[in-house]
């Protein structure tokens, strides 16, 4: 595990969701191990006044987050963290790995095998990239940046809770719901059947 011990941070106040009704501060970072821009998103101060704050690690998808795709649930997802965050506190730990780490427009030249038939993991294969190429070291720098020791982890994903966990003290894990659309129910099977994710398989 890489750690940058001089990792400073800048906070900027703002409100949040298409009502601008959602207090919140974004923080930004300089000496991060990849030297991407991960932002945290802090609700009702959670990194100062809980122990413990709900986190969520979000990776950047750009399709989901901001034109809501059909093809995933990512946008979903992100919105019922902040619709949770607003009233309870919370810390969204926005994560610059779009595509599982492979970037945009392998993204999208993944799509095209996905229109195959082929599962969103093979499709990475086929272009010469891991099933999942994130990583979450700089995840748990930035808790660190924040004097975060412990949390309640929002997420599905069994592989975020392994790398979370080995530098941060995971009090509960709570999981999103399931968000079935038109196109993403064999994108969500890849996610339950390949990679153990905790989704309503009644849904799907």
Request: charged share 25%; glycine share 6%; proline share 1%.
């Amino acid at each position: 595990m890489k750690l940058n011990e001089n990792i400073s941070a800048i906070r900027a106040r703002v409100k949040l969701s298409i009502k601008d009704d959602i207090p919140a501060e974004i923080i930004s970072f300089t000496g991060l191990v990849d030297d991407k821009e991960h932002i945290a998103i802090v609700f009702n101060s959670a990194d100062k006044q809980q122990k413990s704050p709900l986190v969520r690690v979000h990776s950047e998808c750009l399709t989901g987050d901001l034109f809501h795709s059909s093809r995933c649930d990512c946008g979903e997802q992100l919105d019922e963290s902040i619709n949770i965050m607003k009233n309870n506190g919370g810390v969204i730990l926005y994560l610059r790995q779009e595509g599982r780490g492979i970037g945009l427009y392998n993204k999208l030249d993944a799509y095209l095998f996905q229109e195959q038939g082929i599962d969103t993991y093979e499709a990475n294969r086929k272009l010469g990239f891991n099933d999942d190429d994130r990583n979450y070291d700089d995840a748990i720098n930035m808790l660190k940046a924040l004097n975060v020791s412990s949390v309640h982890l929002l997420t599905n994903n069994p592989l975020k809770i392994e790398a979370i966990g080995k530098e941060i003290i995971i009090e509960s894990i709570q999981n999103t719901k399931t968000y079935l659309k038109k196109d993403n129910k064999n994108y969500l099977l890849a996610k339950y059947e390949l990679s153990d994710h905790q989704l309503e398989a009644s849904l799907i």
